[in-house]
């Protein structure tokens, strides 16, 4: 092939990416806009507590505007719920700075995925498409939103630009059988799973946010773990500047196994 031929054919390559990049980041505001009613807050809530709202992790409504889709880890941090016990609940946008609550419950939770479906109360709500994930490319500009430290930086939800470093596996090797963990284990048995590495830094209480499309705000994946030293406190104040998602494929396997139910 002519040298010439080869930059030219490049150039335009990186050409077309820019132009879609920036197109993309263009649209990112209206597209906040319309992501941020579906992103929600999972937690419990005991009238004896205080406070009576504990936050866990974020969630976003997926189909009938009844489902909402988080981390299995999320919910497993909630525990047992029952009379005696604080109740599961999600915290639904309802204006600028309002939230209303609504009880919820465990429709399925896939610890191997590290995805849970959960069924809320009430009228149905503002929802997100999700698709399928195949079309996610290395270097492809994203966009997540969420509750990063909860609490902390008050309930506001946050939206990080993100672009696709690496398309990976979720369980990394161990040097010896004994090293191995229980959800490596299972991770395995299952077999590889493909997970998006993303180059934004995301903090505790981002979990279970949906990564989705700065477009159109189409579902791809949702933020599944942090890399932090220790604590919230060190994830801070030494952010390590990676961060993973689950490929939407998985979303939509949890979702058609509950469909017409």
């Known amino acids: 092939m002519n040298p010439t031929c080869w930059w030219m054919r490049w150039a335009l ?10 197109s993309a980041l263009a649209q990112l505001p209206d597209t906040v806009e319309r992501v941020k009613p579906a992103v929600v807050l999972v937690g419990t809530y005991q009238a004896t507590d205080t406070p009576r709202f504990r936050y866990v992790g974020t969630g976003f409504v997926v189909g009938d505007g009844l489902r909402v889709v988080t981390n299995a880890h999320v919910v497993s941090a909630i525990g047992a719920t029952g009379a005696d016990r604080p109740a599961l609940v999600v915290q639904l946008r309802a204006g600028a700075s309002l939230w209303t609550m609504r009880p919820a419950r465990v429709l399925e939770s896939v610890p191997e995925h590290d995805l849970a479906l959960l069924q809320i109360d009430g009228p149905a709500a503002a929802a997100l498409s999700v698709v399928v994930s195949e079309s996610v490319r290395e270097g492809d500009d ?46 395995l048995r299952a077999g590889p799973l493909q997970v998006f590495q993303l180059d934004a830094t995301a903090y505790p209480g981002n979990s279970g946010g949906p990564l989705f499309d700065p477009r159109n705000g189409a579902v791809l994946g949702v933020i599944n773990m942090v890399l932090v030293k220790s604590t919230r406190e060190s994830a801070m104040s030494q952010p390590s500047g990676i961060s993973y998602a689950i490929p939407s494929r998985y979303v939509l396997e949890l979702m058609a196994r509950h469909s017409g139910r």
């Not at 470093?165 to 369980?171: L, Y």
């Not at 963990?181 to 991770?187: D, L, P």
Request: aromatic letters at 8%.
């Open 13 to 22: 390559v990186l050409l077309f990416h820019g132009a879609w990049s920036s």
């Open 142 to 187: 994203l966009a997540f939103m969420g509750f990063p430290i909860g609490g902390v930086l008050g309930f506001s939800s946050v939206t990080h630009r993100a672009t696709v470093s690496s398309i990976t596996t979720m369980a990394l090797p161990s040097p010896t059988g004994q090293q191995l963990s229980e959800r490596a284990i299972r991770s």
